[in-house]
């Protein structure tokens, strides 16, 4: 993921959003454990105490870590999904959450559904924090989080729907 960029008109460019830190805190507080490796991350936007960045390239460099969270750019999520099925094949990771913005309609989508542990759409709709303090991006779409593990990768697809479910994030006051 790119550190943080500015387009010629001085806003900032998409793919250095950061994760809303509410949202992350909460979900590591729901799950019961901490995250120990931000893929698609920077210097700037991580949110682990170790992450990989654009450099090191997370499309190609093994997500070694128990515990993996991914908020890939809009343009990487159908080979992010890809990357998080192929990294539980490989043993990399015991549990990742891949944060997505796309519909269900897409291909990213469905491709993460039908290997995902579980699936959850977030509500509300999440704000992506500019990480040099600027305003917010508002989301266009609800994020759906995929929790991928050993097991649901390598378990076969066989035509059947997982549950997905809706849940309530809190945002702080």
Known sequence: MKSLTRTAEGKPRRNAWRTPPWFFAELELRQGYRFELDVFASASNALCPYYIDRRLDALRTPWDAETVFANPPDA??????????????????????????????????????????????????????????????????HSTLFTFSKESARRPVDGHGRQIRFEQFRRPQ
């Open 76 to 141: 990487l999520h159908l080979e992010a999904v890809r990357r998080a099925i192929s990294e539980g094949w490989s043993g990399s990771y015991w549990r990742a959450r891949l944060l997505v913005r796309c519909g269900i309609e897409s291909q990213a989508w469905q491709l993460a559904s039908a290997h995902a542990l579980e699936s959850v759409i977030v509500c509300p709709r999440l704000n992506y924090a500019d990480p040099s303090g600027g305003r917010s991006n508002g989301a266009g779409r």
